[in-house]
């Protein structure tokens, strides 16, 4: 019984290491940056308008909740951020209260997407799952600051 136990608990132990520091890999191409938000796609129509801005905090991703800005015209909102299902799922939380049009868009781009594209300098994700959208596939594309 031994002799399968520990092969299987280090077995077990490396799969959780290697999702996790995939979750790491890909927070660490974000945190600390700024992004220019290039489109904002829902069901192929792209958002008319001024676009945002996106600044992702510095984050130890296991230790803290991760916060990032959404700003435009002088206008900010607050989200928290994290990468979960080794960094192919990344999720927006809203965390800003108000009727601007910048904590209005926070709210509606809240929800859980699927990462297309983290490459350096480039960051990618779509959902069919946003509070403001629902059912309808929201792409975002945006390109370091």
Known sequence: MKKL???????????????????K????????????VESISIDGS???????????????????????SMARAGENAAFAWQFREKGDVFEISN????ANEITKLAISLSGIYNVEENK????RISSSNTVGNPGKNVTIT????
């Open 5 to 23: 136990f520990y092969p299987l608990f280090i077995l077990a132990a490396m799969v959780v290491f290697i999702g996790c520091s995939r979750d």
């Open 25 to 36: 890999r890909n927070a660490n191409k974000i945190d600390g940056k700024t992004f220019n």
């Open 46 to 68: 792209n958002m008319a308008g001024a676009l945002p801005t996106i600044a992702f905090e510095d984050c130890r991703i296991y230790k803290e909740t991760c916060i990032g």
């Open 95 to 98: 965390q800003s209260e108000g």
């Open 120 to 123: 350096r300098g480039n960051f």
């Open 142 to 145: 945006m390109s370091e600051n």
